[in-house]
């Protein structure tokens, strides 16, 4: 196992998500974190993350409930951060999930559900990528390559901010980035030795 670093990252606690199963694969991988709502800790970590489960209207209240969603626009530009499943999905502008909804507008593009006729939603199980724009994330991915979905809304966003997609009915973005912000709609920490190299990739980047 990796030694574990001096950098300090901070995964966000706003009251949904899977904290632990994503602690879990950092601490395979030989990182520790701090599982915060702290604005201050979020403020002084080096790499942020945004894990998430649910629904869109939900996690974005729970977000404002914690006093977290300014803090998450100011530090989320200035240092790494990766949103996982919704978590990606709250990088948008906007979610249509039962309701229309703001959310972090880091992001260009907005959310809204899988239109895959003939297909069950939401979308469960292995998918495989194609890769769009190679990143710093995507270092050991090749097309073909597969990862786990669990997700029944999608992102629509220019193709300049997608790194890898899959299909399922329809082109669905994977991977996106704008600068050193990720999001992952699939789970790297359920995704097997791709996953984990995935989240291997950005716990590495560079700090800026």
């Not at 073909?144 to 220019?158: E, L, P, Q």
Request: proline share 4%; with cysteine; charged share 25%.
């Amino acid at each position: 196992m990796a030694e574990k670093t001096e950098q300090k990252i901070a995964m966000i606690d706003y009251g949904a998500g899977n904290l632990f199963s994503v602690n879990n694969a950092l601490e395979k991988l030989g990182f520790s974190c701090e599982i915060t709502h702290d604005s201050d800790v979020i403020r002084g970590a080096d790499k942020l993350i945004l894990p998430g489960v649910g629904a869109i209207p939900d996690s974005m209240r729970m977000l404002h409930g914690r006093g977290l969603v300014d803090v998450i626009r100011e530090e989320a530009v200035k240092k790494p951060f990766l949103g996982i499943c919704v978590g990606m999905q709250l990088l948008f502008e906007k979610g249509y999930e039962f309701e229309e909804t703001d959310c972090l507008g880091l992001i260009d593009g907005y959310v809204d559900i899988i239109e895959a006729p003939g297909l069950k939603v939401p979308h469960i199980g292995w998918s495989d990528l194609a890769v769009v724009n190679p990143c710093e994330l995507t270092k050991a991915v090749k097309d073909g390559d597969r990862v786990y979905f669990v997700h029944s809304y999608k992102a629509n966003t220019g193709e300049e901010n997608i790194s890898l997609q899959t299909i399922y009915g329809q082109v669905i973005p994977a991977l996106v980035r704008k600068g050193t912000i990720f999001g992952t709609q699939f789970h790297p920490e359920k995704s097997g030795p791709l996953g984990l190299s995935i989240i291997k990739s950005f716990l590495e980047m560079a700090n800026a």
